[in-house]
């Protein structure tokens, strides 16, 4: 079975810095889909980046990116000239290609961004 | 504009009682998914419909029951069976590649937090 691994309960950052969210998984397939979701105080869960994991390339949207490291099994988000806006739970995310359709979390990440 | 409601916002349930949470798209999504979420944990899945008429168990299925009779609607049902129902639920959709490929992602709506009296 996969799971999906948040080892930061908590990070904080520097409004404007950078800040790098880690998250690693573990599953025996070859091809997958991996997620950021970040939830605000209002818990809506919102897309922030999507990484298919066929793909050498690292994903990026925006402010936005990822370092995905395929053999290592590592999925960390890296959030570049930070805004208090970002501050809310992020949940790195696995997707089987051939399985079922549900998403397996980890237990996420708390950001807190100061001014 | 398209999106994702659920409705209530949030719901109270009596000892014994069944409620219903109501999830409605407009993003002409084949697929819905219920999940769960309990503080200081991530999501997980209690059922799926990838077609209408269609659904499917999940990781939590026990005590909650759901049905798929339109394409927009996926409501979910907690019942008295569920011991432990005070939780935030969310409800997702997304388009559906159909059998193993390339499967689209989730998107989700606003959630209904039930509590117990």
């Known amino acids: 079975a996969q799971t999906v691994t948040q080892s930061q309960p908590e990070m904080s950052v520097q409004e404007a810095e950078t800040v790098t969210l880690s998250c690693t998984y573990d599953?025996?397939?070859?091809?997958?889909?991996l997620f950021w979701y970040k939830q605000p105080p209002s818990r809506q869960m919102i897309l922030v980046i999507r990484?298919?994991?066929?793909?050498?390339q690292n994903a990026t949207e925006n402010r936005f990116s990822v370092n995905f490291q395929k053999a290592a099994k590592s999925f960390s988000l890296k959030i570049s000239d930070s805004q208090l806006g970002d501050a809310a739970m992020y949940f790195c995310?696995?997707?089987?290609?051939?399985?079922?359709?549900?998403?397996?979390f980890g237990t996420g990440t708390r950001l807190q961004v100061f001014p | 504009d398209g999106g994702i409601t659920q409705s209530p916002k949030y719901l109270f349930r009596k000892e014994g009682q069944n409620v219903t949470l109501s999830c409605e798209q407009n993003?002409?999504?084949?697929?819905m998914y219920w999940y769960r979420q309990d503080p200081g944990q991530g999501l997980r899945l209690i059922y799926y419909?990838?077609?209408?008429?269609?659904?499917q168990k999940g990781d939590i299925a026990e005590g909650y029951s759901v049905s798929r009779e339109k394409k927009e609607s996926f409501p979910l049902t907690v019942t008295s069976a569920q011991k432990n129902p005070t939780a935030f639920y969310l409800c997702?959709?997304?388009?559906?590649?159909?059998?193993?490929?390339?499967?689209?992602?989730?998107?989700f709506g606003p959630g209904t937090r039930l509590l117990v009296l």
């Open positions: 997702a959709s997304s388009i559906y590649s159909g059998g193993p490929g390339r499967k689209e992602t989730q998107y």
């Open positions: 599953t025996s397939e070859s091809d997958y889909y």
């Open positions: 990484q298919e994991a066929y793909k050498q």
């Open positions: 995310a696995y997707r089987s290609l051939y399985n079922t359709d549900k998403l397996i």
């Open positions: 993003l002409n999504h084949d697929a």
């Open positions: 419909s990838q077609i209408v008429n269609d659904f």
